[in-house]
């Protein structure tokens, strides 16, 4: 099904008002600030900054975005969109115009001389994404930035950081303008999102901790003839080198490559004439090379904070890690970093206990550690160019790749599916007879909607149409036909949620959902969550289950977990109205 074609629940006697929007016409969970004090300052308008900024405007809590840099970003950059973000991204409704300017990759190859040692597709992903998108990092910030701006808000460029102090709840920032005005505001919370250089994070005074990679590397958007897929990417490895190339569309490429010795880092941008000398050295396949755009040189740093909350100042993006691009996870990774961080702080600044914002860490902190490690290997593995590594890598690797089970992990770890915080503590995990777990990714199925936040309309959706990242949802699964049966034992459960709800200011929005009763291809609801029924999975705003069980048997007892982290008000097993 094409991805502009998505079906969406409206209630009747709603159908005039935009999905997304109140009745005042505003997005949902959007706030009119105008003269309201700011909350947060992030400090950084990139994409990790700007996705911070949209899921804290869903969340109604005052920020301002500010920016050094004049202009946005220009130029590629960092192109590649992994599914899982896409996902997210399709639940903040900002997905198709992505689609539309990006270029989708259904393959990647790794070539050692003229042998494929490694073929990777990701057709069988179980998501409505199955690719890798590729599209310019200018195009990532465009799309954002019209999000935010129908929530009334805009990054303010030229506007920098010079320093800032804690003093108990409040951080105050001295803020200079590009007219040269100072400027001092005081706000509960910074986010620091600017970049490897970042001013927040040499503030703080926190160690980049790592390595820079002595090998220099050549990167350049180039359009390229030849008669090889445009919709795969391609990974040449030879004793001259590496080389890597990725399709932007319209015969445009990335290449990535490790310089040849003696051309250093820094100094003059690689010339078309040295990337076609590249090419034709390292690449086993007539290609021919024309229309350089941006092009630079670089070293490769591979380093990460110890930590990514310093009291009221929290780091994310490159900003808290920088590494290898091998993969495609670094824009990604921070993206996904701004979501998981978003809603905690909301909900704290709305008087959810403390420790939630360190569970921020407790689940990124080892996210971003093993991608620190898998692009290192991969980056070395890919340069490597004599003894048992090489061996290892061109004749064992191969066959390891070959494996259903290896393939299928390697897919779902690029494409990020398999990111989750099982290990984390906000999990609350009770054993059923199948589906996604607490900590998991919450995966997309077709339903029918028995009642919900917005009527007791009986509807086809998806759950990804339900989802409101503004907010929790609380899907609870009952056997078709079994709702006038079923609801009146459920109320005491519904009744202690929607109470909870009024506490954390509306939220949680609860469905009861079944399965699909007619037949449609797609994602079906037991094949996510199991057979049994009924059964509860409360999903959180950035699109992660935290929790699941039977209403009757594990209700009450989820209920209390949800006060402990999530609620205002509580202290010692005590919830203060």
């Known amino acids: 099904m094409p991805e502009s074609s998505r079906e969406s629940f409206v209630p009747q006697g709603s159908a005039e008002r935009p999905r997304g929007a109140s009745a005042d016409g505003m997005p949902t969970g959007s706030v009119r600030t105008d003269g309201k004090r700011p909350k947060v300052l992030i400090v950084g308008a990139g994409p990790t900054g700007l996705a911070a900024a949209l899921c804290l405007a869903r969340w109604r809590l005052p920020f301002r975005l500010i920016d050094k840099s004049i202009e946005p970003v220009k130029g590629s950059r960092a192109i590649g969109l992994q599914a899982r973000t896409l996902e997210l991204f399709e639940q903040h409704r900002i997905v198709d115009a992505l689609l539309a300017a990006g270029h989708r990759g259904h393959a990647g190859n ?53 320093d800032f102090d804690t003093h108990g709840e409040t951080v105050t920032a001295n803020l200079r303008h590009l007219d040269g005005r100072g400027e001092r505001l005081e706000v509960a919370w910074i986010i620091g999102t600017d970049g490897a250089h970042s001013t927040v994070r040499h503030r703080l005074g926190i160690a980049f901790e790592g390595e820079t990679l002595e090998q220099s590397f050549v990167l350049a958007d180039l359009h390229v003839e030849w008669d090889l897929p445009e919709d795969e990417f391609h990974i040449f490895l030879s004793p001259e080198g590496l080389s890597a190339i990725f399709p932007l569309g319209g015969g445009r490429y990335r290449l990535i490559a490790d310089a040849p010795d003696g051309a250093a880092s820094g100094g003059e941008p690689p010339t ?29 740093n591979s380093r990460m904070v110890s ?32 979501m998981n961080l978003a809603w905690k702080l909301a909900l704290v600044q709305r008087g959810a206990p403390g420790k939630l914002l360190d569970s921020y860490h407790a689940e990124r902190h080892p996210i971003e550690r093993d991608v620190l490690r898998q692009t290192a290997f991969v980056t070395h593995m890919g340069t490597v160019d004599r003894g048992w590594l090489l061996t290892l890598r061109d004749r064992l690797v191969p066959l390891l790749t070959a494996l259903g089970p290896m393939r299928n992990a390697a897919r779902r770890g690029i494409s990020e599916l398999s990111v989750h915080y099982r290990r984390g503590p ?51 699964l009952l056997e078709p036909g079994t709702y006038s049966m079923e609801g009146k034992a459920l109320l005491p459960f519904l009744d202690s949620f929607r109470s909870l709800s009024e506490k954390m200011g509306g939220a949680i929005r609860i469905w009861l959902v079944a399965d699909a009763l007619r037949p449609i291809g797609g994602p079906q609801l037991s094949d996510g969550y199991g057979q049994t029924r009924p059964v509860f999975f409360l999903w959180r705003p950035d699109g992660y289950i935290a929790a699941r069980g039977r209403p009757a048997a594990d ?3 989820c209920l209390v977990f949800c006060t402990k982290w999530f609620s205002p008000g509580y202290v010692a097993g005590l919830v203060r109205a």
């Open 555 to 557: 209700g009450a007892e």
């Open 307 to 338: 930590a990514l909350r310093s009291g009221r100042v929290l780091l994310a993006g490159d900003a808290a890690h920088v590494h290898s691009p091998a993969g495609a996870q670094g824009m990604n990774t921070g993206i996904q970093e701004a």
């Open 426 to 476: 906000l999990c609350f995990e009770r054993l059923l007879d199948g589906g996604a777990q607490a900590g998991d990714r919450a995966p997309d199925a077709y339903v029918e909607v028995l009642d919900g936040p917005l009527g007791k309309v009986p509807s086809h959706a998806r759950l990804f149409d339900l989802h409101d990242p503004g907010s929790f949802s609380l899907f609870v």
């Open 110 to 162: 790794v070539m050692a001389g003229t042998r494929r040692i490694i073929r990777l597709d990701f057709d069988p992903l179980d998501s409505r994404y199955p690719f890798l998108l590729f599209a310019e990092q200018s195009v990532t910030e465009r799309v954002l930035t019209e999000a935010l701006a129908a929530f009334g808000h805009t990054p303010e460029r030229g506007v920098e950081l010079v």
């Open 272 to 300: 078309l004439d040295e990337c076609q000398a590249i090419m034709a050295a390292r690449v086993r396949h007539p290609a021919k090379l024309s229309s350089l755009g941006w092009s630079s040189r670089f070293r490769i």
